[in-house]
Each structure stands twice: as structure tokens, then as C-alpha cells.
């Protein structure tokens, strides 16, 4: 009771700041089934946050600023579609009618038609999750959270990375499909930083070869 009374009195930058103390960390829920890692879902942020910040009278207006989609490539054969927006977040005291704005970017990549709503639903993930400093992870009280980690519990690619692999699959001449059915993906925006690295390597070694003469194929 003594936390709902004095919500009222608080200014807006003070119940932002209580929000912090209240939440502190998000435990990684989600799970990617397909390459066995789990990862911090943005219902999970949103669910905590909005829970704390609807008991201190506090709503969120998203509003939408810029949306730019990135034009497909001649010859791209998986029509992979990036869209990149810029999102503004205004917190605002339902009381006091004190206003705080929270702009962010977001990219999001997608073979169909969904690339536009990830790209907004990551904007909110990390708009969050910055602008109340929120760790991510395992329970910090749990001493042995980090040795139950999942193995293959890793960060997948940018909508960057997934660009320039797409580019040099095409200046190397090699079968996307091969790329994909190698390391067991729909699309090269679900490829880990692990696979990234490794596959990226082949690739400019291929292109190198090719610059030589050498018209090997790259092992993918």
C-alpha cells in the first residue's frame, strides 16, 4: 500500500527510476528450438516493464518516425527483405501529464512480409531494455546459471551480416540452397555469429581463389 500511495507523488523520471530498481534483470525464456539456444524474448521485457510501469500510472505511445525497406538484389534468390524504422517511445505520467521520448532504431529481416513488424517489435525489445539499463540472462542468484547454459546458445546475425553474405554468395557463383541446407537454415538472417564467421571465411577464400584462377568451390 505504502508503494501505490506514494506513486502519486512521484515525479515521471522517479517512477522510470523505480522501474529499474524493481526489475533489474530479464531472465532468458525464449528458445530457439531449431539451433538450441535461448534468448530474451520482447514480450518477456515488455510483460515486466508494462506490469511495473501500469502499477505507477505510467502508459507507453509508440509511434512509428521512418520505415525504409531495402530493395531487393538482381538474382537474389531467397527474396530475403530488410526493413529498417526508426520508433519513438513516449512515456507518459498519467497524472502529471510529464512526458518522456525514447527514439530507437530497429532492423528486421524476413523472406515474406514480416520483416516491418520484427524490425519494430526489436525496436521495443531494446528500447526497453536501454532505456531502464536491464540486464539479460540467467537468475544472478543462481551460482551455477551459467554452467546450465544451452551449447549452442548464441547471438544470430544482423540484417548486415546476413547482406554480405548474401553478396558474396553471388559474386562466388555458390547455391544459396547449399549455403542454407549446410547449416540447417530457412534463411541467412538465422544464422549464429559462430556460423557467420566460419562461413564468411570460405566464402572471401573462394573469392580469392576465383581471383587467382583457381575455380575451386567453397565446402558449404
Known amino acids: ?85 526508426i520508433m519513438a517511445y513516449t512515456f507518459t505520467d498519467e ?41 539479460t540472462g540467467d537468475d544472478p542468484e543462481d551460482e551455477h546459471a551459467e554452467s546450465r547454459t544451452a551449447p549452442g546458445s548464441e547471438r544470430l546475425i544482423t540484417a548486415e551480416q546476413a547482406c554480405e553474405l548474401q553478396r558474396l554468395i553471388e559474386e562466388t557463383g555458390t547455391e544459396l540452397e547449399r549455403v542454407l541446407a549446410y547449416y540447417k537454415l530457412s534463411a541467412l538472417g538465422e544464422m549464429s555469429e559462430a556460423s557467420y564467421s566460419r562461413a564468411l571465411e570460405l566464402l572471401k577464400r573462394k573469392l580469392g581463389k576465383q581471383g587467382q584462377g583457381g575455380g575451386v568451390h567453397a565446402q558449404n
Open 1 to 85: 500500500m505504502l508503494e501505490l500511495c506514494t506513486a502519486g507523488q512521484m515525479t515521471l523520471r522517479q517512477k522510470l527510476g523505480e522501474v529499474r530498481r524493481r526489475i533489474g534483470y530479464i531472465q532468458k525464456r525464449g528458445y530457439n528450438e531449431r539451433h538450441d539456444y535461448y534468448y530474451v524474448a520482447a514480450a518477456d521485457i515488455a510483460g515486466a516493464v508494462g506490469d511495473v510501469l501500469g502499477e505507477l500510472g505510467v502508459v507507453v505511445i509508440p509511434r512509428l518516425e521512418s520505415i525504409t525497406y531495402e530493395p531487393h538484389a538482381p538474382g537474389r534468390i531467397d527474396g530475403v527483405r530488410v526493413a529498417r524504422v
Open 95 to 135: 497524472i502529471s501529464g510529464e512526458e518522456v521520448t525514447a527514439r530507437v532504431a530497429g532492423e528486421g529481416l524476413d523472406v515474406g512480409d514480416k520483416a516491418s513488424y520484427k524490425a519494430m517489435t526489436g525496436a521495443l525489445k531494446y528500447a526497453l531494455l536501454q532505456s531502464f539499463l536491464l540486464a
